[in-house]
């Protein structure tokens, strides 16, 4: 019996542990997970965890610079980046820096968790360097390569997938059960607290005016939690301050996405991922213009989808359906052939680079964009703020010493594998690989 594959996920928030436990799954299928949770402002709580429903069979919470002392020490075939850009860069220049020359190494795979609406070309070149950078539809695929491309940058990384979480059951009306509609929100978009108690006024005033119907708002959250991005003004105490309280038929629900979608008959959000989620079961879906259609909204991308609707649209009794094009291009609906819930075919092309790149005795090293030639006012910053030098070293300090590991030996380690780095700026390639492996000794 073939040995199980060794994958490792580092995530730094909730969702993107989703993504990247759910990518790992449809690359790998049959392989040992550990997850790594980078410690800062949006490390997961059990709680949150829980909700998203991936286990890992190992779970641990990390600094960048520890996360590198792993995979350097343990041996992973996969190392799925699930982080914002700024910690993707930080880890593939420590990766860099572990591995200067060709060498047995993880394949190194990243990605985008959703929507991609703003800080296009920033996130993607924080990202170059990695293996496999994958794209969630054949829209984003071509815009990625165009980012890369125009900086004269490889884009052959660049793989076209789906989102890995896109499944569930198609949508069958409610029949005799009542009518459901899911507000589902977002931590920071809108962010001003009018814009939220708009929303949130619109939401109970549509179950004020449609008594038989149950209204829910869909939160991501619990006051005192972080998600992926900043929650200012939480739902949860602007629900307080609405006179008279939420109407008997509209209330604060968490839970995983998927089942909440599951009685869901018709989901409204600004510009959540759940959208996509909701188009691919074919749900009515609508994208919010009452506060308009722009940019730092993120409703923009839903351009040509057939799903933009107001309020008043719906309170009148609108049910969007998405346009196939647009869905087509956006990576929504399964390809000709393809299976609903794994999303097979949409996954075949990233599986077999994966498995052609484990394969491989030796990978070159990983070369980001991004280097000290580049983006020298730029990427020093970024590495520092994860503790890292210039050239992808831990900063003094940024690993914690193994339990029972002796200051010589801690130091002896140290020397070892600078020398290593030294061999290899010289081209002394035979003799590097033997300075290594005595520093791990």
């Known amino acids: 019996m073939p040995e199980r594959k060794r994958v490792a996920v580092l995530a730094d928030s909730d969702t993107r542990w989703k993504w990247g436990a759910l990518t790992a799954r449809r690359l790998v299928p049959d392989h040992q997970l550990t997850g790594f949770l980078l410690r800062g402002r949006a490390t997961p709580t059990a709680r949150q965890l829980g909700e998203v429903g991936v286990r890992a069979d190992r779970l641990s919470e990390v600094t960048c610079a520890e996360f590198l002392a792993e995979i350097e020490r343990e041996h992973y075939d996969v ?11 930080a880890v593939l220049h420590g990766a860099r820096a572990l591995w200067p020359a060709p060498a047995g190494r993880p394949v190194l795979v990243t990605g985008y968790v959703g929507v991609v609406y703003e800080k296009l070309a920033d996130g993607l070149l924080l990202r170059h360097g990695a293996d496999l950078v994958l794209a969630n539809s054949r829209h984003d695929a071509e815009r990625f390569r165009a980012v890369y491309e125009g ?12 989102l890995p979480f896109l499944g569930g059951a198609p949508y069958e009306p409610a029949g005799s059960r009542a009518h459901t509609v899911v507000f589902a929100v977002q931590p920071s978009v809108p962010d001003s607290r009018a814009d939220r108690a708009y929303l949130l006024e619109r939401a109970a005033g ?8 149950q209204v829910l708002i869909k939160l991501r959250s619990k006051p005192g939690e972080h998600t992926t991005h900043l929650e200012e003004q939480p739902y949860q105490r602007l629900a307080e301050k609405i006179p008279g309280g939420l109407p008997a038929n509209c209330r604060l629900v968490y839970g995983n996405m998927g089942e909440v979608l599951d009685g869901t008959d018709l989901l409204v ?5 759940a959208a996509l989620e909701s188009l691919h079961r074919s749900i009515p879906t609508a994208i919010l213009t009452d506060l308009g259609i722009r940019e730092a909204l993120g409703n923009h991308h839903f351009l040509g989808s057939g799903c933009m609707a107001s309020w008043d649209q719906l309170d009148s009794g609108l049910l969007p359906e998405g346009d196939p094009v647009w869905l087509a291009a956006q990576g929504v609906l399964p ?7 794994r999303g097979a075919d949409a996954y075949a092309v990233a599986r077999a680079k994966v498995a052609a790149l484990m394969a491989a005795t030796r990978l070159p090293a990983p070369a980001p964009y991004y ?3 580049t983006a020298p006012g730029y990427l020093p910053g970024i590495l520092a703020r994860h503790h890292l030098a210039s050239d992808g070293t831990p900063l003094p300090g940024a690993v914690r010493p193994q339990a029972g590991e002796s200051r010589l030996r801690r130091r002896l380690r140290a020397h070892l594998r600078e020398a290593a780095r030294g061999a290899y700026r010289h081209g002394v390639q035979r003799v590097a690989p033997v300075i290594r492996r005595l520093g791990e000794l």
């Open 269 to 273: 959000t600004v510009s959540s991922t």
């Open 335 to 341: 390809a000709q052939g393809a299976d609903p819930e």
């Open 206 to 213: 549509h179950a004020r005016l449609h008594p038989d119907r």
């Open 79 to 89: 190392v799925v980046l699930a982080l914002v850009g700024g910690a993707v860069q």
């Open 151 to 162: 900086v004269g940058a490889d884009a052959a990384a660049v793989t076209e997938t789906a």
């Open 371 to 373: 280097t000290r030639t």
